[in-house]
């Protein structure tokens, strides 16, 4: 189990450009912007992003895909992951435990 920082979640399913079929979904969380520096130049990463990199496919079930819309992004996600079944050498999210929604809305 790991816990990290989640902006958001998505879900698509539908008929391909092909017409074959597609469901998918994914968590999005935030990872530290690298900074980097070399003999060319240097660069500085303050704060977070999401970007491809930083997207983690969801062992898609009917009661996963409710939990993770339920929740008001970002927040803090304790994550279980297991094999990815199509790629043994990555993890699939197979469930979530809330720690917290970081949102700064107010509940009317």
Do not use: C
């Not at 597609?22 to 704060?47: C, Q, S, T």
């Not at 008001?72 to 079944?85: K, N, S």
């Amino acid at each position: 189990m790991a816990r990290i920082l989640v902006a958001g979640f998505s879900h698509s399913q539908g008929i391909g450009k092909t017409g074959k079929p597609y469901d998918m979904a994914n968590l999005h969380h935030l990872a530290p912007i690298r900074g980097w520096d070399n003999e060319r130049g240097k660069g500085v990463g303050v704060g977070y992003e999401s970007g491809d990199r930083e997207r983690l496919p969801l062992k898609k079930t009917p009661e996963l895909v409710e939990k993770l819309a339920a929740i008001e992004y970002p927040a803090l996600l304790e994550i279980i992951t297991e094999p990815h079944p199509d790629d043994p050498l990555r993890n699939i999210v197979a469930d979530i435990k809330l720690i917290r929604s970081l949102a700064m809305t107010e509940n009317k």
